[in-house]
Nanobody, 123 residues
Framework: HVQLVESGGGSVQAGGSLRLSCAAS?????????MAWFRQAPGKEREGVAS???????NYADSVKGRFSISKDNAKITLYLQMNSLKPEDTAMYYC?????????????????WGQGTQVTVS
């Protein structure tokens, strides 16, 4: 069955960097027209961070523009999120998501395939 597995989370000091990865097993990132990263902090709603479509066009939440970069490696069947200049408010569980139809959506209601999440803590 199709599965998304995130990795790369951890604890980092403010100003530091992390790179998250999302591996798609049972399918390839090419089969998804759109993929995205979301995050959810305790007591808050899940929010879209960045999305990417098959032609590599991207969309970012205002809060991460200029600091985060989403990309995909079709050969490695992996989605990435490079996070630089991290802030304490970036602390959250980060989720990878995918959908079969194209669209640079940052709302969770448009995505039907989800990973289990990876924790990012910035102090």
């Amino acid at each position: 069955h199709v599965q998304l597995v995130e990795s790369g989370g951890g604890s980092v000091q403010a100003g530091g960097s992390l790179r998250l990865s999302c591996a798609a097993s049972g399918y390839t990132v090419n089969n998804y027209s759109s993929m995205a990263w979301f995050r959810q902090a305790p007591g808050k709603e899940r929010e879209g961070v960045a999305s990417i479509i098959s032609n590599s066009s991207t969309n970012y939440a205002d809060s991460v523009k200029g600091r985060f970069s989403i990309s995909k490696d079709n050969a490695k069947i992996t989605l990435y999120l490079q996070m630089n200049s991290l802030k304490p408010e970036d602390t959250a569980m980060y989720y990878c998501a995918a959908r079969y139809n194209t669209g640079l959506f940052l709302s969770s209601r448009y995505y039907g395939v989800w990973g289990q999440g990876t924790q990012v803590t910035v102090s």
